[in-house]
């Protein structure tokens, strides 16, 4: 068992860093051409403006080392070693989408093949018409919603980090939900983003969604790669509440063993609005999720559940900020981790309150269970606070399974397998619970259930 907190950074020589910035140069080389269908429209100009600015902004990065302190405890060079390529029209079919079908969401799901939306794959007949969703050459060529683009598309905070101007660099499709003003939308909106390939393949899906002032939306992202599939993923979500706005946000991550995830996702919310995440992540040999939550009004609710299941050699790294700006503001935060075998994972949490956020009422929490001698965790907690009048509370908790607890389960006849199997689940039920829709709750049930 091993639990690190402050591990010195790797020394990285100046040699590693040119391979670094020749990598990303080369990852750059690889984003796809702007499609026809985007520059047909008026507005086409925008895409190309952004992509133009984020290409400036990479040439200056290099792929993040040791030495970096937000990416100390993620050692990328096995990114290094894999000549990712951009995929091939003809990688997308055949392909069987309903084994990851969300029963909920049947008739309300977008497809996008590496990072392309898919018409023939989608179900859309069960999407209300008071909402728009699409995909970004239809969202061009809509009026309504072009000006939106204008105004919300790459203009969070953070644009500039490398992987996430490396995706708005090869922006070329991206999958596009505004809901209107009052609009309750009833039906989970389930976003499939799939990565395939026959050979190592480098994919950048994006996600833009905008809850116009007291709408309410579910909506579920859904990372997956085929089976034996070698592929970078690295995606960017945006989102934007305003006034008086509610999202629901479960995102899993279940990609297969071969691949490479790095997740942005950016959350900026308006005057009393509410954002609710679940951030499930059991899949990939390494993953980073990067999760930034900015409040710019009064009494903004932000809840942050997270869970990390990971086994064999695995790497798992979840980061994560919340910025006040306003008073009367809350958070609160659970993040869990399993750990087993030689698998590690990564929680680094920070919570920001600024001398402008009084009355602020914030709570972080890791938590993280080892199941094996050699798994491993870095956890590490941070809340700088500035203003004086808050309640504000963090902690980290690492522990293993209790040998009471199994043997008063085997004391009741249930065998050991099975007994930690159940204790495992407990911990985890936590999270699970939170997640809206039953049938994701019973499917990751059965994943964790079969890590164990």
Request: net charge negative; proline share 5%; aromatic share 6%.
């Amino acid at each position: 068992m091993s639990i690190q907190v402050s591990p010195t950074p790797a020394e990285i020589g100046s040699g590693q860093v040119q391979n670094r910035t020749a990598y990303l140069r080369q990852l750059l080389s690889q984003r796809l051409d702007v499609p026809e269908s985007l520059l047909a429209s008026d507005h086409g100009r925008l895409i190309q403006d952004l992509r133009q600015q984020a290409v400036a902004q990479v040439q200056e990065l290099a792929i993040p080392s040791g030495r970096d302190e937000e990416w100390r405890f993620t050692n990328l060079s096995p990114l290094l070693e894999i000549d990712f390529q951009a995929p091939s029209p003809e990688a997308i079919a055949p392909l069987d989408v309903d084994t990851w079908d969300i029963p909920e969401a049947a008739t309300s799901r977008l497809v996008f093949v590496n990072g392309g939306y898919v018409e023939s794959l989608s179900s859309r007949s069960g999407i209300p018409a008071t909402l728009w969703t699409g995909h970004l050459a239809a969202a061009l060529q809509d009026g309504a919603i072009a000006p939106k683009l204008q105004q919300y598309l790459a203009k969070q905070p953070n644009a500039n980090e490398v992987f996430t101007a490396l995706n708005t660099a090869g922006l070329s499709d991206a999958a596009v939900i505004v809901v209107p003003r009052n609009v309750t939308v009833d039906v989970p909106i389930h976003l499939l983003f799939v990565s395939t390939g026959e050979s190592p393949t480098f994919v950048q899906p994006r996600v833009l969604i905008v809850a116009e002032a007291n709408s309410r939306l579910t909506v579920v992202e859904d990372y997956r790669s085929t089976p034996n599939a070698v592929c970078l993923t690295n995606a960017v979500t945006e989102i934007w509440l305003e006034e008086n706005a509610q999202v629901t946000h479960t995102r899993l991550q279940e990609e297969g063993t071969h691949a490479f995830h790095i997740g942005k996702t950016v959350v900026t919310q308006a005057r009393s609005s509410r954002y609710m995440t679940q951030a499930i992540s059991v899949g990939a040999s390494l993953s980073r999720h990067n999760l930034d939550v900015f409040h710019t009004g009064e009494q903004v609710e932000t809840v942050l559940n997270g869970l990390t299941a990971i086994a064999q050699s695995q790497i798992a790294d979840t980061h994560s900020a919340i910025i006040y700006a306003k008073p009367y503001c809350t958070s609160r935060q659970l993040h869990k981790c399993i750990v087993g075998d030689r698998a590690h994972a990564i929680f680094n949490g920070k919570v920001y309150v600024p001398q402008s956020a009084q009355l602020t009422d914030a709570g972080q929490l890791n938590r993280t269970l080892l199941l094996s001698p050699k798994a491993r965790v870095d956890t590490k907690p941070q809340l700088e606070i500035v203003a004086d009048n808050v309640k504000c509370t963090h902690g980290a908790a690492v522990g293993q399974l209790q040998t009471d607890e199994v043997f008063y389960l085997r004391s009741r006849g249930i065998n050991e397998d099975d007994a930690r199997r159940l204790l495992v689940y407990a911990f985890a039920y936590e999270i699970l619970d939170t997640i809206p829709l039953d049938s994701l709750k019973q499917r990751l049930s059965q994943s964790i259930l079969a890590q164990t």
